[in-house]
């Protein structure tokens, strides 16, 4: 997986490197190396990530509910 594709995956799925980090357990100063490209993603990790961003691709949240406030 390129930095860009792990980036993009990131994007899709609505996530922060931050909130990668949090759902791994890991460094944030991890991700952020896989992000510029200084590490390698892990195979596991990349289909992890490709899996969710596929999901969110094809599962947009619902409009239905853009534009409502919480509790209506």
Do not use: D
């Amino acid at each position: 997986m390129t930095p860009e594709r792990f980036s993009e995956c990131l994007l899709h799925i609505r996530w922060t490197p931050i909130n990668i980090a949090s759902a791994l357990q890991c460094e944030l100063s991890w991700i952020e190396s896989l992000e510029a490209g200084n590490e390698e993603v892990p195979t596991g990790l990349a289909v992890w990530l490709e899996t969710l961003a596929a999901a969110h691709e094809s599962s947009p949240p619902p409009a239905i509910y853009r534009g409502k406030r919480s509790g209506q």
